[in-house]
């Protein structure tokens, strides 16, 4: 042996030694939490469990990354038949009913809270977002995390340059026909697009007009609801959208938030999308932007309502130790202080989810120094109906698809509205009828 | 006289033959037997409850009219990407071998698409002909052409097609510069003495010499289509507009790992399997008579 491989070989060895003298005697317990926060939001994701590891020494929580939030779900459930499943998954609202529906793999919050005598109020939560979370039997599921609605946003310079007023956004779908006509008279090109078109046309625009889209409270009641979306208001709004489209005035872009980047670039003057979108638009764009409430129809009775939710909440998977999930509700509770909510809130623009993190928000002049950034949060908490508490379907991720493709058959002049939404309600009954069958127990 | 050689010891041949056979039990049969089994059970997504449903997740299949135009989807793809993959790669191949001075370089750059990654393939074509802001799409509005494949089924397919063609073309291409090199050049020259020109040197001579190497590609293309094609698509059009490119094999991704329908995912692959082991045979039955070996 060499010198130089004998240095390395005890440098080495002294490395290992420190490490293992670094652990306590008192090993932690670990706590693994998958999840699809991608850059800005990675980083506060891994900061949220860097703080609550330091605030405390019993537990320690290990984020990881798992991909898009499909990808974490599908790796999670294959670790879950071998095995293997995380502590806490991520699971993004689309895939809310699939895990509700799967009992023996989920454990409520609810009693994970209780089990760890945590104390646990979910009226504490605003009512929108709770609800969407709780089974019909009042015990709250899975933990309300990252969630966002949907909003409108609207280039000012664009407008300026169209001779509309920047500081007055068009508030009904009228107005937004209206604004249309005259950026694209100004020579615009894209006037108006929307992400999600699914969620922000038929689920969010449903709620906001206090009409069903599906029957059971949306399918918060129970797993026999069945979809509703044929209705003469749906008809007249994407027969009004169809229009747009074929004077020039709404710009098809494509599925999900791919059309977020025709908007950025300043392309497309207006756009309905995710309320976290408004990370991106504050980096990126060049040129003054204004953020509003989803457009209405003025002669529905009462509209507007207020906006279902989207992004994702945490849930808590079964088969782990009693101290582990002694940890997971610790977790629970730090998280749910109104200061690490406000925080959040702040930094990602997803909505605070406890009322009392809004008012500390606004206390903190947040709203005044930013503003626009309150929209998505007053568009929520709201006294929900019925109607517009939220929207939790089987087989939704499945529906989402069927949504856009016959939306876009709309668009494209293949299929008229009311034949697009009738054979949504028909091929998404039959996905309904599957996942009842198959879950039922 | 065939020479044959005899094994005298009874487990020798069982013992070569093992690992090969080991490696397809593991990775083919155990797969196509679990989908088998999966495809008669309908389940939640954690497997915590399962239901033996016979042949019902089939049946659903039959009654799901985009599942029946699927199939239709299917066959254009397929075949446009077998036809057009097979005679561009020929004409490139015939053309490659050709060339005298810097043949390697245009080899090399005719065989590099190989080594790109189907999705990357996808998300390239995606970029070139993205409306609006493509370098294709912006040069064919220049021109008159209104492209925008999320409405116009048609270019859609002119997308994935063309993405699916140029990411098997070098493979196409290799396999036609191996056979042409192998055909002898006294045929060629004897005939192009007897006053043949190119054209039909190329016609009587090169091609039906050609003929098991394109049989050879015309399975291996079909294959391709019906399988290795569905990050392509996942990447560019996600099925779109409507259904007009989601083909059968990016159904099955996409109700098995993204809608977690493993039922259902599996017996639509079930289905695949029974087409493609039809295909082969009909293959090997009919156009095989045409090979001359």
Known sequence: ?441 | MEKRVVFRSGWLPWVLLAPQAIVIAVFFFWPAGQALVQSLQQSDAFGTSVNWVRLENFQNLWNDETYLASFKTTAVFSILVAVCGISLALLLAVFADRVVRGATVYKTLLIWPYAVAPAVAGVLWLFMFSPSIGIVAYGLEAIGVDWNHLLNGGQAMTLVVAAAVWKQISYNFLFFLAGLASIPKSLIEAAAIDGARPWRRFWTIQFPLLTPTTFFLLVINMVYAFFDTFAIIDASTQGGPGKETSILVYRVYYDGFKALDLGGSAAQSVVLMVIVVVLTVLQFKFVEKKVNY
């Open chain 1, 1 to 441: 042996m060499n010198k130089k491989t004998s240095a390395l070989l005890s440098s080495f060895v002294a490395a290992a030694s420190v490490l293992a003298l670094s652990t306590p005697a008192h090993a932690q317990v670990e706590i693994q939490w998958w999840h699809s926060m991608t850059a800005v939001n990675g980083e506060w994701v891994n900061d949220l469990a860097k703080d609550f590891n330091a605030s405390q020494k019993e537990y320690k929580i290990v984020p990881t990354f798992k991909g898009t939030y499909d990808e974490s779900m599908t790796g999670a459930i294959a670790a879950f038949r071998a095995g293997n499943a995380p502590h806490i998954l991520q699971v993004f609202e689309v895939g809310t009913a699939t895990m509700m529906a799967s009992k023996g793999a989920i454990i409520p919050v609810g009693q994970v809270m209780k089990d760890a005598g945590v104390k646990f109020d979910p009226a504490a939560y605003v009512p929108a977002v709770a609800g969407y979370y709780t089974a019909p039997n009042g015990q709250m599921l899975s933990f309300p995390f990252n969630s966002s609605t949907t909003i409108f946003y609207y280039n000012k310079d664009a407008f300026k340059a169209a001779g509309l007023d920047a500081d007055k956004p068009p508030t009904t779908w009228p107005e937004v026909v209206g604004a249309a006509a005259k950026l694209k008279a100004s020579g615009h090109k894209c006037p108006f697009t929307t992400a999600w078109q699914g969620w922000t046309q038929l689920e969010s625009f449903s709620a906001w007009h206090n009409v069903e889209f599906a029957t059971q409270r949306n399918g918060l009641a129970g797993l026999n609801a069945r979809m509703k979306v044929d209705s003469p208001l749906h008809q007249r709004h994407i027969e009004n959208l169809a229009n747009m489209s074929k004077q020039g005035l709404f710009v098809y872009k494509g599925r999900g938030n791919v059309p977020e980047a025709s908007f950025v670039s300043g392309e497309c003057a207006m756009i309905n999308t995710s309320s976290g979108f408004y990370g991106n638009v504050a980096k990126n764009a060049k040129f003054a932007y204004g953020l509003a409430a989803l457009p209405y129809y003025p002669d529905v009775p009462g509209a507007p309502q207020n906006t279902v939710i989207g992004g994702a909440s945490l849930w808590v998977l079964s088969g782990k130790k009693p101290a582990e999930y002694k940890g997971v509700a610790a977790f629970f509770n730090y998280l749910s202080s109104p200061e690490v909510q406000s925080a959040s809130h702040k930094r990602t623009g997803y909505l605070p989810v406890t009322t009392a993190a809004y008012q500390l928000t606004e206390k903190s002049g947040f709203y005044k120094e930013k503003p626009g950034t309150d929209v998505a949060v007053t568009q929520m908490i709201r006294k929900t109906t019925d109607k517009s508490r939220g929207i939790r379907l089987g087989n939704y991720v499945q529906i989402r698809a069927i949504e856009d493709e016959e939306l876009e058959q709309v668009w494209g002049g293949k299929k008229t509205a009311k034949e697009a939404l009738a054979s949504i309600v028909k091929r998404g009954n039959e996905l309904l009828e599957r996942f009842e069958k198959a879950n039922k127990s």
